[in-house]
């Protein structure tokens, strides 16, 4: 079973739609027990970092995502999910899980395109991948497939080991970030079409260890 934290944060409906198409048995849940003893975790959301930290500090879920993550459990976060693994967001100055070394960055309110147009924030639309790294969840990803994106702020890790891909909007972004039994994308491959239904099926079926 894969759960799907519900920590108020929303874009639950159609991430448990994806994994379901997939084939595989998912819950969105908030309940510490089902999580604990889920094979996998699947960590979405929109919003501000503020107001989810809350959430999750609300409902004891912090400490169950970490502990989740020291035991080795595979998790994917995505958008929000990812941001709020980092150690700090400038959104709302807000501490976060700090579960990977970094920040997480708003975009310049200047940003341009390398023609000098100047581009809207948030980043929203669809968007490729470049500099993939090999993962088995990211096997089948070609730096031609694009991607759905909706956000003002990204992940920033220390360690450059920890960029599994990444994207350019007026400047290169950290995408996709994780390390052992942890990945993240800023996009939502739930509503990437093919490219993201072939990552959320890869992740179903990531054995890490």
Same mark, same amino acid.
């Not at 579960?99 to 023609?115: L, N, T």
């Given at each position: 079973m894969i759960a799907i934290i519900d920590y108020d944060a929303g874009n639950l409906a159609s991430v448990e739609r994806a994994v379901s198409y997939l084939g595989f048995k998912c819950i969105v849940t908030?309940?510490?027990?089902?999580?604990?003893?889920?094979?996998?975790?699947?960590f979405p959301g929109v919003g501000a970092a503020g107001a989810a930290m809350n959430s999750l500090k609300r409902?004891?879920?912090?400490?169950?995502?970490?502990?989740?993550?020291?035991n080795g459990k595979p998790m994917l976060g995505i958008c929000l999910g990812t941001q709020i693994i980092m150690e700090y967001s400038e959104e709302n100055e807000t501490p976060c899980l700090k579960?990977?070394?970094?920040?997480? $960055?708003?975009?310049? +309110?200047?940003?341009?395109?390398?023609?000098g147009s100047r581009l809207k924030i948030p980043h929203m639309g669809w968007n490729g991948l470049e500099n993939i790294k090999k993962h088995p969840?990211?096997?089948?990803?070609?730096?031609?497939?694009?991607?759905?994106?909706?956000h003002g702020y990204y992940p920033n890790p220390n360690d450059s080991e920890h960029i599994l891909g990444t994207t350019d909007y007026g400047i290169s972004f950290a995408s996709v970030i994780g390390f052992n039994n942890i990945i993240a994308t800023q996009f939502?491959?739930? $509503?990437?079409?093919? +490219?993201?239904l072939s990552l959320l099926k890869n992740f179903c079926m990531w054995n890490y260890g």
């Open positions: 908030n309940n510490i027990k089902t999580i604990n003893s889920s094979e996998r975790i699947i409902l004891g879920l912090d400490s169950v995502i970490k502990q989740a993550v020291i579960i990977i070394d970094g920040f997480v $960055k708003a975009f310049p +309110p200047d940003i341009k395109s390398k023609d969840v990211l096997s089948d990803l070609h730096e031609d497939d694009e991607f759905y994106f909706v939502h491959p739930e $509503k990437s079409g093919r +490219p993201g």
